[in-house]
């Protein structure tokens, strides 16, 4: 950089040459320059030095010559250059070193702004996903509302059916109750009958099988009566022939001895006709099956069903068992008194001629 030795006017030379001289002796940049170094003081020429970068002698020589000509006068005119640098370089340190602290506190304040930049992308993120988690909380809502609406109305149904299920129940068990209870009477009935019926089927077997022995030994009584009787009627024709021929003859026959032969053949006969119509005869005993009372029918209501008289009970008129073994035995043994037509005499027996109570 030149030096300060430049021809520079003295005192107040500039206040008798013309501005438009200075103007032109100055349009050079190196006369300017030289002329600016040389009113500045050695702060002044330290600081052009610290500020020269080529473009300085460029602003000067075009843009602010005249003004930094007259600044630079007026501080030499006035003797305060070198306060004014130093102020200026004062005013420069500090500015320096506010400047220093603004980009220091721009750097603290760009660090924490990029740090709140990332917390709020944080935070918004984390807003985002809340709002995502809220939105879905939400669709969740009011799927459980619309399915706890849903679960309500068809619990209500269900409440409703099972309320008319347990009043249908209700009458379903009542009906029941009724119908057990008809059953159970029907089932008494049934098993009674079917206890009466076994019953009957029993005496009806042994009434077929007394039936059947009667029959034989009907059959051999009688082949026994017509042989008796052809005998007899034989005898019979022999004694006439034997009386004729006795009178014929002449002969005397014993005839008292011979009608009483005849006489009790005879009897003998007729016994053996009362003990036929006894084995067979037109009426028959049977018995009520509950309370045991015995009755006595015509023949033609065996194996039908009557009721009895003192209990109402309707049972099968079957004839007795007993009865007829008791009159077999009679016959074959040939007792007198079911000869003679005598009845043994029987208690708790009813004798009807016909079926009253049925």
Known sequence: M??????????????????????????????????????????????MQEYDDGGLRQN????????????????????????ASRERDEARARVAELEEKVRNVEEIMKHQVQEYKSKLNGL??????????????E???????????????????????????NSNLAKDTQSLDVARTRIEKLTGALTRTRKLY???????????????????????????RVKKRIALTTELELVEDFQNQNQKEGGIMPTLELNKDVSKQVNEAKNVDGEVEA???STFWTRCHCCNVRYKFSRVHVNHLLRCQ?????????????????RRHLVDTGSQVTASGRKPPDHGMVSLKGPGGS
């Open 279 to 281: 084995q067979h005869p």
């Open 2 to 47: 030149p030096s300060n030795d430049v021809n520079l006017p003295d005192g107040n030379a500039t206040d008798t040459r013309d501005s438009p001289e200075i103007i032109s002796m100055l349009r050079e940049p190196a006369a300017a320059e030289k002329v600016l170094l040389g009113l500045l003081g050695p702060d002044d020429t330290k600081i």
């Open 198 to 224: 076994k019953q009957a089927e029993v005496e009806v077997k042994k009434v077929q099988q007394d039936c059947e022995m009667d029959r034989i030994l009907g059959e051999i009584e009688k082949e026994e």
């Open 124 to 137: 918004q993120n984390d807003v985002d996903q809340q709002r995502q988690k809220a939105a879905f909380c």
């Open 60 to 83: 000067l020589s075009y843009h602010a010559l005249a003004a930094c000509l007259h600044f630079a006068m007026w501080l030499r005119e006035n003797g305060e250059s070198s306060l």
């Open 310 to 326: 003192a209990c109402s009970a309707a049972f099968v008129a079957t004839e007795e068992v007993s009865t007829i073994y008791r």
């Open 139 to 165: 669709r969740k809502w009011k799927q459980q509302l619309a399915l706890h609406q849903e679960k309500s109305t068809r619990l209500e149904e269900v409440l409703r059916q099972l309320v008319e299920a």
